[in-house]
């Protein structure tokens, strides 16, 4: 081959840009969240938190696992005698192209009897919606898929840049000149929304065949069946996660309808922002975990988990302990109608809180092989948040629902902390993780709950607690693993 494939990069920079990635992209969907909820009423932010996470729920099922397959195969392929990254990439994405194009087709055949279920007092809207974003399926499923690959190729650089930026600064370009023609209409958002999704699409294919990804020695070093075999748990698993992120939204939607979907998809932001930083460090690194579990170097393993974990909690638990705290200010920054319900912020983080302190732990044992046992988990979690939302949503309204899925999501992690600690001994409970636990507790909690519940108290508890988390971040930088997370 006349070029190198892939890329080496260290944990501290892949870290550091995926931190840098993360916040991009909470700032993004903080201001989505805020554009969309513009117009006059909640039923047009309803329609579309309704709309976008029914396209990403199917987007992402129909990526069939291979973010996670391309990244588990392809350190294998780039160190066979004869390297043939194109032939895995056929056999991963070409299921995926055919399946994902087929189920935009059926939603835009069906948007209709779609619209008319989960279009509460805007079904027309919905329907006209749904039509414009089929599009996006395949667009999301492939671009799940090719990212998925330059992970696989040793950088984390693409889906930074892509994902984490691109996309969500094109969709805040589009949705500020909408704002600025007054022109927030349903299918003008969704057109504004859309369009980056494709273009993702056509970007991280690019990086793939920069990356040296397209090339091809007609060896082909992974079969079909074994592919196959490992990412089947793997895409159920994917299709059960997201609809246990997203789906109460749409179950929302269809029950209560899109004003109270709007409410629920609008403080729902919140909480699961904290989720893009976790998701970004797992993701940056899941190649070195991957690297590690092949070379039997449990104690490298073990290492990786525990510093990831320390900095999970470090970026991530200080901003879900104010959101779980300073509710009504940050409901009103979004849209004043939305504080009486800012009370939901309080439960949803709880789930998210969890998932943070438990650290990487499903994407641990996804690279040690063990896709069946996190679907199950993860399907376990998914049909306790249904029996919840029903029991305690018709008990405590939206409420109930925040409740279910906080209960579910935190459940999950913890089952799932369960098999990792019992197979290879491997849980976040290490120094640091503690560490950064204790430093945002005592940069949080004491000055939030001693402020009031406005903007002056978000404002102070925004500097104190950043003084004393930097403070923290200094004095215990040892224990936090920072001055050697290159290694």
Do not use: C
Request: charged fraction near 10%.
């Amino acid at each position: 081959m006349t070029k190198s494939v892939g890329r080496n990069q260290s944990s501290l920079f892949a870290s550091g840009l995926a931190l840098v990635g993360a916040a991009t992209t909470m700032v993004a969907t903080f201001g989505i969240a805020k554009l969309v909820n513009l117009p006059d009423g909640l039923d047009v932010a309803g329609v579309f938190f309704n709309t976008t996470a029914l396209v990403s729920i199917i987007g992402t099922s129909m990526a069939f696992g291979t973010q996670v397959g391309l990244v588990y195969f392809m350190p294998r392929v780039l160190t066979d005698d004869r390297p043939d990254p194109r032939a895995l990439l056929r056999v991963a994405l070409g299921p995926v192209a055919l399946a994902s194009f087929l189920a935009a087709l059926a939603v835009f055949a069906f948007s209709g009897p779609l619209g008319q279920l989960f279009g509460g007092a805007l079904p027309d809207e919905t329907t006209a919606v749904l039509k414009l974003l089929a599009p996006t399926i395949p667009a999301w499923s492939l671009t799940a898929g090719f990212l998925g690959a330059t992970r696989g190729l040793g950088t984390v650089t693409p889906t930074t840049v892509i994902q984490q930026v691109g996309r969500p600064a094109l969709q805040i370009a589009g949705l500020v000149i909408l704002a600025i023609t007054d022109s927030l209409t349903p299918q003008n958002i969704a057109i504004a929304w859309g369009i980056p999704v494709v273009l993702a699409a056509f970007a991280a294919a690019g990086a793939v065949a920069y990356l040296g990804g397209m090339q091809t020695t007609g060896a082909g070093a992974v079969e079909s069946k074994e592919y196959w075999s490992f990412v089947r748990p793997n895409a159920v698993s994917n299709s059960l996660q997201i609809a246990l992120e997203r789906g109460d939204q749409l179950v929302i939607g269809a029950v209560l309808g899109t004003a109270a979907a709007g409410v629920y998809g609008s403080l729902s932001r919140f909480a699961t922002a904290g989720n893009f930083i976790g998701y970004a460090i797992s993701q940056a690194v899941s190649p070195n975990i991957r690297k590690a579990v092949n070379a039997g170097k449990e104690e490298q393993v073990l290492k990786l988990f525990h510093k990831a974990a320390g900095w999970m909690i470090l970026a991530t638990l200080p901003y879900l302990l104010i959101v779980g705290i300073k509710t009504v200010p940050l409901a009103g920054l979004l849209n004043s109608e939305l504080i009486p319900d800012s009370r939901l912020l309080s439960f949803l983080v709880i789930g998210m809180v969890v998932n943070v302190l438990t650290g990487p732990v499903e994407l641990h044992l996804l690279m040690r092989g063990h896709s069946k046992t996190t679907m199950k988990v993860t399907a376990g979690s998914l049909i306790t948040d249904v029996v919840l939302i029903l029991v305690l949503g018709s008990w405590l309204g939206l409420t109930g629902a925040a409740i279910a899925w906080a209960i579910s999501l935190g459940g999950k992690n913890l089952v799932n902390t369960y098999f990792s600690n019992d197979w290879y001994g491997v849980t976040s409970f290490a120094r640091p993780a503690v560490t950064a636990a204790v430093i945002a507790v005592l940069a949080i909690v004491p000055i939030g709950l001693a402020t009031p519940n406005n903007n002056v108290g978000l404002i102070i508890t925004l500097a104190v607690g950043a003084v004393i988390g930097l403070g923290g971040v200094v004095l215990k930088r040892n224990d936090l693993g920072l001055s050697d997370f290159a290694t």
